[in-house]
């Protein structure tokens, strides 16, 4: 299994990205399928998540209105539109990718998913 992310970088606050994760090596239309974020001394959290079981979408309150998570199953690839940056934006930016378990509670958008990216820095200056 493996995801890639692309696209971060530096933007000032009221800015847009588009951070991009390709995948191989897993069935990607019948993974759950998300980004999640991590800021210095905070813990991983999710930002916004696809649920294969039921189609949903999964958006961290902190992000509704602003990122847009859509994937392209002939290409297995995941985006997220970032619109509106702010500072509190700030993070290391994770793709990744479940199988959903029997442990998991709802919503799924938690930082237990089995198959990670490196991570891509995304950086709003304000």
């Not at 209105?65 to 940056?85: E, H, K, P, W």
Request: charge should be neutral; hydrophobic fraction near 30%; glycine fraction near 12%.
């Amino acid at each position: 299994v493996q995801l890639v992310e692309s696209g971060g970088g530096l933007v000032q606050a009221g800015g847009t990205l588009r951070l991009v994760c390709a995948t191989s090596g897993f069935a990607f239309g019948a993974y759950n399928i998300g980004w999640f974020r991590q800021a210095p001394g905070k813990e991983r959290e999710g930002v916004s998540c696809i649920n294969r079981r039921d189609g949903s979408t999964y958006y961290a309150d902190s992000v509704k209105g602003r990122f847009t998570i859509s994937s392209d199953n002939a290409r297995s690839t995941l985006y997220l539109q970032m619109n509106g940056l702010k500072p509190e934006d700030t993070a290391t930016y994770y793709c990744a990718a479940s199988e959903e378990h029997s442990y998991w509670d709802n919503p799924h958008c938690k930082p237990w998913y089995d198959h990670w990216g490196q991570g891509i820095q995304v950086t709003v200056s304000s």
